[in-house]
């Protein structure tokens, strides 16, 4: 069953392809405790989120990026 559920995803477009994968990772990420980070990536969002705390008017929202990109 796996193989030919993977077989009709590949014949998707790429941009469905891209759109299921964004669905399952939003079904994952909708389940508490269900991602794990390891100590290097605690230690970078640690970092980042520093580092946008002294400059809080570096970044651009999520919708200015797509628009910038052109999603």
Known sequence: MA???LEEVLGLSVSERIDLVQDIWDSIAEIPGSLELDEEQ???L?????YYRAHPGSGISWDDLKQKIGL
Not at 46 to 50: A, E
């Open 3 to 5: 193989k030919e559920l």
């Open 46 to 50: 640690r970092s980042r989120l520093t």
């Open 42 to 44: 605690k230690k970078e």
